[in-house]
């Protein structure tokens, strides 16, 4: 079964410039819970006092989703993790040559080490989901990725997370996530060795949900993704996207309270101090707002003819937003919705007008300065 991975509390906080108060994460991690994700990452608790309390807080709320903690691969890091009470640990360490070299270890002795703490985790918490990660996976020695990835499991981890740390693969070239998914599950099934697999998709070139998706259909099954995309650089996968898609054109076996999406996006927004891009799909304002004239007059026909996704998905609307592009169909249709059912030609032709000269400083006219329009044109017909 699919399952959704939210890392906002911390790869989001990752962001440069990012920082949430521990009362903020329990309320972002309360309506990650509502919407149905099935883990929530809540922190590395090593790195600050702070996040050790988030991670702690979080995972006392007894919610429905697995509450998890990032570790190194070191005892230490793993003995407060579990004293946090979480559920699912991940545990990363590198196995690219270099990145090796740079820990003066040698592969053996990376693998022993993550070998080590995986069995003591496993020893300390029976029940405890754990994630082993190869770090920048994707761009490491295939054969070190595999190695690494056969002793981890045999040590006791559930998932191998591949990370696609800077963002490089790219569906249908030579390095895409559906070969390299295909290929690791089939080689760790040829040692009898079934994991789930995680990606861990970086977006540097805009590609991060066509990655997931590409490995979802090679049979990962968990998938990583932060509100609004936040994390390092150009971030990660956008959950409200995700979901959308997953839930839209995806038969999967999943239902998620997509209606509660807006008001986590507006919540993080706020308190990451990140605008939610007006066109970012699914919950930037733009996002179902129809504004050309050709486009409204067939949008308003038929919604379907200029959007493929429902906004209804996310407990949202059509809207129609006036500029100077609109024509009369669209207006007619805005005249509509404010009830002004009565209006004639020769107002609707100044009320147009007026709606234009908006339009072309930049701005669009919504339904609130349509009636303001609308009344001072009737009340000063003679001047305009
Ligand atoms: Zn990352």
């Not at 996040?51 to 509450?67: C, E, H, K, T, Y």
């Not at 509660?260 to 707002?289: C, D, H, M, Q």
């Amino acid at each position: 079964m699919l399952r959704i991975l939210d890392s906002t509390l911390r790869e989001g906080e990752q962001t440069p410039g990012v920082y949430f108060d521990v009362h903020i994460k329990i309320a972002i991690a309360d309506l990650l819970d509502s919407i149905g994700i099935d883990i929530i990452e809540a922190g590395h608790p090593v790195v600050t006092e702070n996040i050790r309390q988030a991670v702690a807080g979080i995972a006392a709320r007894n919610l429905s989703a697995r509450v998890g903690a990032h570790a190194r691969s070191i005892e230490r890091d793993v003995d407060v993790a579990l004293e946090c009470g979480v559920g699912f640990l991940g545990i990363f360490y590198c196995v690219s040559d270099a990145r090796l070299s740079h820990h003066s270890q040698s592969l053996p002795q990376a693998i022993d080490r993550i070998s080590r703490v995986i069995r003591m985790a496993r020893g300390k918490r029976p029940d405890l989901l754990i994630r082993y990660t190869p770090e920048d996976a994707v761009r490491s020695p295939y054969a070190n990725v595999l190695t690494a990835a056969t002793e981890a499991v045999r040590a006791g981890a559930d998932i191998i997370s591949i990370a696609d740390t800077t963002g490089v693969m790219i569906p249908g070239s030579e390095r895409n996530m559906f070969d390299y998914v295909s290929r690791l599950k089939d080689d760790l099934a040829r040692r009898d060795l079934f994991p789930d697999i995680a990606v861990h998709c970086h977006n540097d070139r805009g590609l991060a949900l066509a990655n997931a998706l590409d490995a979802f259909r090679a049979g990962a099954s968990i998938i990583d993704a932060t509100v609004l995309g936040l994390g390092e650089r150009a971030g990660i996968v956008d959950l409200a996207t995700l979901l959308a898609v997953l839930a839209h054109d995806f038969r999967v076996d999943r239902q998620w309270n997509l209606v509660r999406i807006p008001e986590l996006y507006e919540l993080v927004s706020r308190y990451a101090r990140v605008p939610i891009p007006v066109n970012l799909p699914v919950t930037g304002k733009n996002a179902f707002t129809h504004c050309a004239g050709v486009h409204t007059q067939a949008a308003m026909k038929n919604p379907l003819h200029y959007q493929s996704l429902d906004p209804g998905v996310v407990g949202r609307h059509s809207e129609v937003s006036l500029d100077h592009m609109s024509g009369m169909a669209a207006l007619m249709h805005c005249l509509e919705q404010i009830g002004e059912m009565e209006v004639d030609d020769d107002l609707a032709g100044k009320v147009l007008k007026k709606v234009k000269e908006v339009g072309e400083t930049g701005r669009t006219v919504d339904l609130l300065e349509l009636r303001y329009i609308v009344k001072y044109l009737r009340e000063h017909r003679a001047a305009a």
